[in-house]
Structures are given as C-alpha cells and as structure tokens.
C-alpha cells in the first residue's frame, strides 16, 4: 500500500527537463581553441611598438606597424604568458582548484609586473590573501585592465559554459582586480566562450555582456558602443570621439582610477575593454580592420587587438586563418616563465575544456562516425554580484596561514631593525619601500631621533608591528607624533588585531606646524595581549614618507 502511495505521488510530479544543449565537435573545438591563442599573439605582436604612444588621440593610419608572419611568435610578452600561471593552477590542482590556491601560485611567479598585477602580487607576498589582494583597500588599481588581458583562458576551456568563466573570474580575477576590473575579465573570457558556437562577433559581444552584472559601469560603456555603433555603422572615429568624452574624459567615469581625468593616460579596464569591442563590431570580421581598429582606438593598444583578434579567430577558427598568421608560428618555442611550448599549451586547454563540459552537466560522445563531440548545456548566465570600485564592500580579512606562508616568496623590503631598536624597540616594519632614504635621522623636522619609513607601494603601505600587553587596571593609550614631508601628505592606518581603529591624512591640514600628536585608547583590549599595527600607506603617490617622533604605549 505505502508504495502504491509513494509511486502515485511520484507520477503526479512535475518531469524535470535536462536543459537543452548545443554539440561541439571536439575536432571543432580544438581548431577555434588553437586559433584563440594565435589570435591572442598576433594581436599583441602586431601592437606591440603601440602600446600606450597614443593617449586621447587616434592613432593615423600610416603609423600602423606593418605585418610579418614572425610577429606570431609572441613567447616573452606578459599579455601572454601570465594567464599561463592560471593554466598551470588548473592543471596542476584541478578545476577546482581554490583562490587562495591560485593567489599562492601567482605570488611565487618571477615576470615583472604593473598595475593591478603588481599591486595584487605584493599584496599576496604581504600576506593579504584573496579577495582582498585585489580590493580597492589595498590595491588602488583595482579598476585597471590586468585580469581584462588575463582572462582569455577562462573562455578557452569553458566553451559554451558562461558560469565557469564567471567562477574562474571570481577566483583568478580577483588576486587582483574588483569590481569593473573583474567584470573586464569576466566579459572577455565569456564572449571567446560563445565564440565556439558564434560567426558573428556583436554575437559575441552579446553573451559576453550576459556575463556581467547590468548596472555596471563597464556594462554600460560596452552598451555604449554598441548602440554608437548602431548609429554610425560606417565611421569607427564617430564612436571612438563619444567614448573619450563620456568615458575618459569625464571625471565622473573615472573616479576609481589610477590615473584621473584629465591625465590622458587611461589604463581603465572599460575603455580599453570598449576599443576591443569596437575593433570587433566596425571590423567587420576582417582580421586587418578588427586589429587595426582596436590598435588605432590608443592606450593600451596591443593588449586591445589582442583581445579583439582573441574573440574573432576563435570566432574563425584556425584552418580558416590567412596563411600569413600561421605559416612562422613556432609551436615548440617555450612561453617565458612556463612549461608551455603550443602544443602542450593547447592540449593543457583541451584537457580542461572535457573536465569543465562534464563538471557542467555536459558530455562527452561520439558521433556515427566515430569522433568525439562535446555535449555543452545551455543554461543562463549568473554574474556575480554588483560592486563599485570607488564605493567598495568591506574588506573580507583574509590572511595567508602559516603553511601557506612557507609557499610563498617574501616580498622583502628595507632592513629597518637596527634603527627601529634604537627608536621603538619591540617594534618591526614590514614591506617598507627603499624611497626617501629611510631609517633613523639624527633629526628633521625640529625633533631629534626620528624614524623615516616610506611606502612600499602605492598600493602597499610600510608596516610597524609589535604583540603588546595591555594592562588589566588603569587607562592605557598608543601615543603618536607623526610628520610629513612639506611636498606632500599620506594615510596613518591604525590597527589592533587587524581591525582598523583610526584612519587619517598626516599633512598639512591636520600636522598644522609639520607634526601631529595623536593618542590611542586602548582600553577595549584591557588584559589582552593585542597585535597593533601602524601603517605608513600612499595618499597619491606623491612624498608619500612618514616621519614618526614618538611612538609609544602609555598605562596611566
């Protein structure tokens, strides 16, 4: 009888539908995949002798390098090889390998960097482990192109799988972007991700836009070009003039950027992620229009093409290719700072793109004639959640554990231990930079004895440290005098056990005649043993140096 019930109750519910699919030869995989890569190269090989020589301005047509097949074989360029750290992460630790995975493994690679992804690196060597290597709290490059250019390999191995890419854009773009620096990626990575299934690139265009959230100011620049583009379909420069007015010119579109109108430098992940799209849109499919386009649009013009060609080879796959991108390719040459010669590089790509299909809900099966096809799911993209770089969530307070420690490269610094002995023993600096000559001047400012330190970074403030016990009775106080250069100012940062209890500007307008005195209560932390932390970080970039006349703990 209970059966009976059970099996009737089963038979009155609803059918749970698989959701549809779309078949991926593997044969076809392979040849769009191994074009993305070389569309990757030629891009950034072609504007290459570019990069960032036209800011706020199109570059004329007669400066356009001229092409040669060599130009492929782009083995040294970091627009390249860096995302080949995230490969290796995968294929090492598997698809779901962690953040923290993944920030320690960038942390260890030896490439000089800029921007987000040197602020992010020095933030993981600091300590600072994801997220919040990559938010604006510490790291004021958050909003730039770093993972925009990185970001390819997500939509390599996740054909047709929008919320894989958007999950590797939570885990690798945030070593070291937020917010629109992470949307950059996140829109790239999905428009080569529909780029196996798609011949016209505004289709691509479309799902990468899916991929992020709407309200987003990245979104709404792409929108912008598309609809400009809809406007003018003939005349790239008529939309290029709308995209420097609105988006780099005015301030109010670049409030979270390193560089602020009216620098006409703009490393903003938007605006060179909106040259991209009008290479891909005005190109018309043409491999020399779409290059020359983005190229053209300035800024960051070899990483712009190199997105744009990314999209569109894919889009063409590499049998397709003109003879002129393929025939030098040199496929046993190492990437620098890899295991990566191409062939390994596209068959790591291909392994990963079968487990990302199965880990899906997809599959894998063979067609009548005994070959391989990927059997991708169809579902709606999930982007991740909304965010503003210039009005950032808190801080998650993530830390690297001891272990992880040991994995890690220090991020080194100024030796400041005799000089802190003599002025404040107890304490230790950590990741103090080497501008400014800092150590213990016999005197500045009118003080004797006084303790220079200076940013590491303009991301990553100096550190001063020490484990105190505060009494149980009584009043206890941190006592400071701070200083600041005349030229310019910087943020003391206060903390006790990694929680902030004062943030303030030491300049002009609260150091009055050069000084500021400044007490701490400590009384909250009465019979505890208590971290403190005083943090010497940028405001500007600009003589960023702290002068410290006293530091001091004070039970009354």
């Known amino acids: 009888m209970i059966l009976s019930l059970a099996l009737a109750l089963l038979a009155a519910l609803p059918l749970q539908e698989a959701p549809a699919s779309r078949r991926l030869p593997l044969a076809t ?18 504007g290459g002798p570019t990069e960032f020589r036209w800011q706020g301005k199109i570059m004329p047509a007669e400066e356009m390098p ?3 097949p060599e130009m492929v074989n782009q083995f040294a360029q970091d627009d390249i ?3 080949m750290t995230f490969l290796r992460t995968l294929e090492e630790h598997g698809l779901d390998a962690t953040a923290r995975q993944a920030g320690i493994d960038f942390a260890a690679s030896e490439y000089p960097l800029w921007h987000a992804n040197r602020a992010g690196r020095d933030n993981l060597r600091a300590g600072i482990a994801p997220p919040d290597s990559g938010h604006p709290r510490f790291n004021r490059h958050a909003d730039d192109i770093d993972y925009q250019i990185e970001s390819d390999f997500a939509g390599l191995i996740a054909p047709g799988l929008p919320n894989t890419v958007i999950e ?15 949307y950059a990626g996140q829109f790239v990575g999905g428009m080569v991700a529909e780029a196996f299934f798609a011949s016209d690139p505004a289709r691509t265009v479309t799902a990468g836009l899916e991929c992020i959230p709407a309200e987003s100011e990245y979104a709404a620049c792409i929108r912008d070009v598309v609809a400009w583009h809809a406007e003018t379909p003939e005349d790239w420069t008529a939309a290029w003039e709308r995209l420097e007015a609105k988006w780099s010119r005015d301030r109010a579109h670049r409030r979270a950027s390193c560089s602020p109108a009216p620098d006409p430098f703009n490393i903003d992940a938007k605006l060179n992620g909106a040259y991209a799209v009008l290479g891909l849109l005005y190109g018309e499919r043409d491999p020399e229009r779409t290059i020359a386009i983005a190229t053209r649009a ?7 093409p190199s997105t744009a060609a990314g999209v569109l080879f894919t889009t063409i796959g590499s049998a397709a290719l003109p003879d002129r991108f393929t025939s030098a390719l040199d496929r046993h040459a190492k990437f620098s700072h890899t295991p990566y010669d191409f062939e390994r590089l596209t068959a790591v790509c291909e392994a990963l793109a079968r487990q990302a299909v199965v880990r899906a809900g997809g599959r894998i099966e063979r067609d009548d004639a005994g070959e391989e096809v990927l059997v991708i799911p169809i579902l709606p993209a999930r982007p991740s959640a909304l965010e503003r770089t210039w009005k950032p969530g808190p801080v998650a307070g993530a830390r690297f554990a001891a272990a992880e420690w040991e994995r890690i490269p220090p991020l080194g610094g100024v030796d400041l231990a005799a000089a802190i002995a003599r002025f404040a023993p107890d304490w230790e600096a950590l990741h103090c930079g080497p501008h400014e000559d800092p150590g213990l001047r016999e005197s500045w400012g009118g003080r004797a004895g006084v303790l220079v330190t200076h940013p590491w970074s303009d991301s990553l403030g100096c550190v001063l440290r020490r484990t105190a016990d505060v009494p149980a009775a009584g ?3 941190l006592h400071l005098v701070a200083g600041h250069d005349p030229r310019g100012d910087w943020t003391l940062v206060i903390r006790a056990d990694g929680k902030e209890l004062r943030r303030l500007v030491v300049g002009p307008l609260a150091a009055t005649d050069g000084w500021l005195a400044l007490d701490v209560d400590l009384s909250p932390f009465a019979g505890q043993s208590v971290e403190l932390e005083l943090g010497n970080e940028a405001n500007g970039w600009s003589w960023e140096t702290g002068y410290w006349g006293e530091i001091a703990i004070v039970s009354r």
């Open 298 to 304: 300035g800024q960051d013009s070899d990483c712009n």
């Open 168 to 182: 590797l854009g939570e885990r690798f773009g945030r070593l070291m972007n937020y917010g629109d620096g992470l």
């Open 81 to 83: 090889y860096v995302e």
């Open 475 to 477: 009043r206890t106080v």
């Open 66 to 68: 001229a092409w040669t």
């Open 29 to 46: 995989y392979r040849d769009r995949m191994v074009a993305g890569w070389i569309g990757q190269m030629v891009g950034v090989g072609w």
